[in-house]
């Protein structure tokens, strides 16, 4: 099953209400099991820069399943998924990507946020991953 476009929306609300409590600014993207934007949000006044950074992030939580900070951590010089940032087109593999779970806990999707520093960006993530 897919992420909906009503559950995806839910998601984003949560991750903007985290990011209000905390003060900062997010750009946040929701997408399907494909990989595949299904709703994105940029805050008034989050960084353009960080546009593309959070369609990245959510990607690569949803192409290997896994937070991108637990990617970062595989993938630094001399562990086993070196360079893996310079595949799929681009990577990204900090925090800030986690996968979005169903009730049944099947993988739906993932959401991707970026704007502030990358434990501000993953607690935006996390708690938009929770709506559901």
């Known amino acids: 099953m897919d992420i909906t476009l009503e559950q995806a ?10 990011a ?8 946040i993207a929701v997408v399907d099991r494909g990989a595949h934007l299904v ?12 546009l593309d950074i959070a369609i990245k992030k959510a990607k690569t939580a949803k192409l290997f399943d896994i937070n991108t900070g637990d990617i970062g951590a595989l993938s630094q010089p001399g ?17 800030g990507g986690v996968p979005v779970k169903n009730a049944a806990g099947e ?11 990358v434990e501000n960006d993953h607690a935006v993530a996390e708690a938009g991953s929770l709506a559901l």
């Open 9 to 18: 929306e839910k998601i984003i609300a949560a991750a903007k209400t985290k």
């Open 20 to 27: 209000k409590k905390m003060d900062t600014l997010m750009n």
């Open 39 to 50: 709703a994105f949000a940029r805050m008034d006044g989050a960084w353009l820069g960080s």
């Open 79 to 95: 562990a086993s998924l070196y360079n893996i940032e310079l595949s799929n087109g681009g990577l990204i593999t900090f925090p």
């Open 107 to 117: 993988i739906i999707g993932a959401i991707g946020v970026s704007g502030s520093s």
